[in-house]
């Protein structure tokens, strides 16, 4: 008995070593559940989500915060205090954050929808609610060495009346574009709605559980393997998205391979028709959700249009093109670029938005215009300010050469008439006015104009040392 506990021991001792050394970095991660919505009714799953999400994880190496039911408040300060978390820890720190809970995109952001949450209208969703983009920004601020969001978020909409004028689901968010070393998980595609599930879990959380017990593979794989088991779940209903910008290797469970990661290589659609011909439905489908790409579902959605499956591809396919075309004309966020959206796209649940943000930049100056006239050949700008008279071009001396050897000429005197005698009856006086000092002519002095134009938060801001204004509008 004694020699069976002791050998039970030491197997267990070896496992913490085996574990400790795979993970050479430090791990942080922040989960978040949030069920007892007070306005709504409430999610039954995120706390179960939560709750299990955060052993996984312990399990993985990582020192877990957990919170739950939070107001927005709390969430704000539950993020800062994380942030403070990995600042300690130092800049080889993986942070990540898993949240379940509601969350909707209003004008093209993504906001986390805390319990204490009562809109009356959409435009209190931004006072009441978490923009996405603010978390991100807060851990992308701190020095760590990746980043990994995790979002359980896009559960069926719990305020039907805003859903007329917002769009459905959440908003695309391109790691790519962001800090490097990000990676972040959706458990629907972008404009999609996830199922909370009839299980102890989501959909999503399932798979994950699942996946992320699975040592030795890397973080990419590990969230193929979510795709494929949610899609199969939901028999096609429901396919989690993912974005990276990460440049190393990260596995849940073993140690990373150590060196640079390599692009994937990216198949073309008459690739993708030919490696899926002739294959069963069930098959071909697999492969185009592990994969991802447009290419591999309009291959698919065109060889097997007449099947269900052939007809969920078709329609994450044409959902995925326009939210693609959302997120630029978001970014751009240009009346003229709603109104190209609009163009491509004028019936769908996006149509209401992109109208009214059309409006309300209608008569905004175009900054691109006015950056690309700054930066032009110097133009004259007419201001109410006298210092903006240009003066007029003084005359250039001419060089006249002096023959070598030569005695330098005398200078010539200039004949002056004498000065006036001023006479008066009885006496005489003699003015002398000294003539006006002569100034040799220079260069022409020039009245230098600045104008400074204020960029917004994205994409660097503050051009030429202008204003601070606001990315978005």
């Not at 290589?265 to 492969?287: C, S, Y």
């Not at 059309?358 to 100056?365: D, G, I, S, Y």
Request: proline share 8%; charged share 20%.
């Amino acid at each position: 008995m004694f020699r069976h506990t002791f050998f039970k021991l030491m197997i267990s001792a070896s496992m913490v070593l085996a574990a400790g050394s795979a993970f050479a970095e430090n791990r942080l991660a922040l989960v978040i559940g949030q069920s007892a919505y007070r306005s709504v009714p409430a999610l039954p799953n995120p706390a179960n989500d939560a709750k299990a999400v955060t052993q996984m994880l312990t399990d993985s190496g990582f020192e877990v915060s957990t919170a739950a039911d939070l107001s927005q408040n709390e969430m704000r300060q539950q993020v800062s205090a994380f942030a403070e978390k990995v600042v300690a820890k130092g800049a080889d720190t993986v942070a990540l954050v898993f949240y379940a809970g509601h969350g909707l995109q209003i004008d093209g952001e993504n906001y986390l929808v805390p319990v204490d949450v009562d809109p009356k209208r959409e435009a209190d969703i931004p006072l009441q609610a978490v923009r996405l983009n603010d978390i991100l920004n807060t851990l992308t601020s701190v020095p760590s060495k990746m980043r990994i969001l995790m979002l359980d978020a896009c559960r069926n909409n719990p305020f039907p009346d805003l859903s007329k004028t917002s769009g459905g689901g959440l908003a695309i968010v391109d790691a790519k574009i962001g800090a490097p070393g990000t990676f972040l998980s959706f458990s629907t595609s972008p404009g999609a709605v996830a199922e909370d599930g009839s299980g102890a879990n989501s959909p999503y959380t399932s798979a994950l559980l699942s996946a992320g017990k699975e040592s030795g593979i890397p973080i990419e794989e590990t969230f193929k393997r979510v795709r494929l088991a949610v899609n199969k779940a939901t028999d096609g209903r429901q396919t989690p998205w993912d974005s990276s910008s990460l440049t190393e290797d990260f596995r849940f469970l073993g140690p990373a391979v150590a060196g640079p990661k390599l692009a994937a290589t990216k198949k073309t659609v008459a690739e993708w028709t030919r490696d899926l011909k002739g294959k069963p439905v069930e098959a071909a489908n697999e492969l185009i959700v592990a994969d991802g790409t447009d290419e591999a579902y309009e291959a698919f959605a065109g060889l097997y249009a007449q099947t269900p499956l052939g007809v969920l591809a078709r329609d994450w396919l044409n959902r995925h093109v326009r939210m693609v075309a959302w997120n630029n004309a978001v970014i751009i966020n240009t009346a003229a670029g709603y109104r190209g959206f609009l163009a491509k796209f004028p019936d769908s649940d996006l149509t209401a938005t992109a109208r009214k943000l059309e409006e309300r930049l209608r008569n905004r100056p175009d900054i691109a215009a006015v950056v690309a006239g700054a930066s032009a050949a110097p133009q004259s700008v007419a201001l109410t300010c006298p210092c903006n008279i240009q003066p007029a071009p003084q005359p250039q001396l001419k060089k006249v050469e002096t023959p070598k050897n030569a005695d330098p000429a005398p200078p010539k005197r200039v004949a002056r008439k004498p000065p006036r005698r001023l006479q008066e009856p009885d006496d005489e006086v003699v003015v002398y006015r000294r003539p006006p000092p002569v100034y040799e002519p220079g260069p022409p002095v020039g009245i230098g104009i600045g104008i400074g134009i204020g960029g917004g938060h994205y994409g660097g801001g503050n051009y030429g040392g202008g204003g601070r204004g606001r990315g978005g509008y």
